[in-house]
């Protein structure tokens, strides 16, 4: 397992425990594990994305973009323009099935956290 795979374990792992995205930038910052653009500290977009990351449960989103214009080859974010496939265990999952799930309910069951407006200073 990379040094990345663990970090994501235990992101995971401290979210599915009710740690607060403050709680995980502490314990992160703590055991000096750079964010993935190389910061010190861990802002709440970046775990709130992470956390939201199906791959890290074995599954794969296809068509979250798609160009309409293949002349100007500009990416649109699919919004429901097009249809979306989700394709379950696709591959070896960093994150067991459980506890990725176990963060989802949790994401969707808390509205203070659900639009990122805790601040880590």
Same mark, same amino acid.
Not at 107 to 120: A, G, P, Q, V, Y
């Given at each position: 397992?990379?040094?990345?795979? @663990? ?9 599915? +425990? &009710?740690?607060? %995205? &403050? @709680?995980?930038?502490? +314990?992160? +910052? &703590? ?18 994305? =992470? $956390?939201? /990351? ?7 989103? =296809?068509?979250?973009? %798609?160009?309409?214009?293949?002349? #100007? ?5 699919? #919004?429901?323009? &097009?249809?979306? =496939? $989700? ?6 999952? /960093?994150?067991? @099935? ?15 956290? /659900?639009?990122?407006?805790?601040? =880590?200073?």
């Amino acid at each position: 397992m990379t040094s990345d795979a @663990k970090i994501v374990r235990l992101i995971f792992g401290l979210r599915a +425990e &009710r740690y607060s %995205f &403050r @709680k995980i930038s502490t +314990e992160l +910052e &703590r055991k000096n594990i750079l964010s993935p653009t190389g910061n010190a500290q861990w802002i709440a977009a970046t775990l709130d994305k =992470l $956390l939201s /990351n199906k791959k890290y449960t074995g599954d794969v989103m =296809l068509q979250k973009t %798609f160009v309409e214009d293949f002349f #100007t080859g500009v990416q649109i974010k699919n #919004t429901g323009q &097009r249809c979306k =496939l $989700l394709i379950s265990n696709h591959h070896e999952a /960093n994150v067991e @099935k459980k506890t990725g799930d176990s963060v989802q309910t949790m994401k969707m069951n808390s509205s203070s956290e /659900n639009h990122i407006t805790e601040s =880590l200073k």
